[in-house]
């Protein structure tokens, strides 16, 4: 299973749509997993999961509790037997 982390910053530092967009357009996703910064912040939630919505139509939306399950959670989604 291939992975790639989307980084930014919560603070205004980052234009967050592009930076999003862009990962989400550089290859098909299985799962997308949506951490507690996001989630913590409402207006930021609804943007990022309506980017995902729009950009990775056929994803799986996953939620981790710590950044430490992260895989863990996206495995919940994905068909790992093999």
Do not use: Y
């Amino acid at each position: 299973m291939g992975t790639e982390f989307c980084l930014f910053g919560l603070d205004g530092s980052d234009d967050i749509e592009v930076m999003v967009t862009v990962a989400l357009r550089a290859q098909p996703w299985e799962c997308v997993v949506v951490g507690g910064g996001v989630r913590n912040q409402l207006d930021l939630f609804e943007r990022v999961i309506n980017l995902v919505h729009r950009h990775a139509p056929d994803a799986a939306i996953a939620f981790n509790a710590t950044p430490a399950d992260t895989f863990e959670a996206a495995a919940r989604w994905l068909d790992t037997s093999g």
